[in-house]
């Protein structure tokens, strides 16, 4: 069974940082034929989802939104199976539910699965 758990929210102050992680089971990130592409994705109530960074797990490329980039890093860990997403120059916008997102082909059908999202709260 799929799951993914993210952690690492909570409260900082504008220009500071924090590290949100997604532990994922129930696959793994050296089974290169799932062609997993792992995303963080945040929403704010009322607003739709936005997408915020990108990894492909088997090459490591990496992508943005503009929103985030230059302030942001996305990584993986493939022998904890968690995909990282450094979050640094915190501001205010960034105020979220932060959400993982795991993209793959499971059986030959690409499949989307999701963890149940992490607060991030910006605020002087």
């Known amino acids: 069974q799929v799951q993914l758990v993210e952690s690492g929210g909570g409260l900082v102050q504008p220009g500071e940082s924090l590290r949100l992680s997604c532990a994922a089971s129930?696959?793994?990130?050296?089974?290169?034929?799932?062609?997993?592409?792992m995303r963080w994705y945040r929403q704010v109530p009322g607003k739709e989802r936005e997408f915020v960074a990108a990894?492909?797990?088997?090459?490591?490329?990496?992508t943005y939104a503009d929103s985030v980039k230059g302030r942001f890093t996305i990584s993986r860990d493939n022998a904890k199976n968690t995909v990282y997403l450094q979050m640094n120059s915190l501001k205010p916008d960034d105020t979220a539910v932060y959400s993982c997102?795991?993209?793959?082909?499971?059986?030959?059908?690409?499949?989307?699965?999701w963890g149940q999202g992490t607060q991030v709260t910006v605020s002087s």
């Open positions: 129930g696959f793994s990130f050296n089974n290169r034929a799932l062609n997993l592409v």
């Open positions: 997102n795991a993209n793959g082909l499971w059986f030959g059908v690409r499949r989307d699965y």
């Open positions: 990894i492909i797990i088997n090459i490591g490329s990496t």
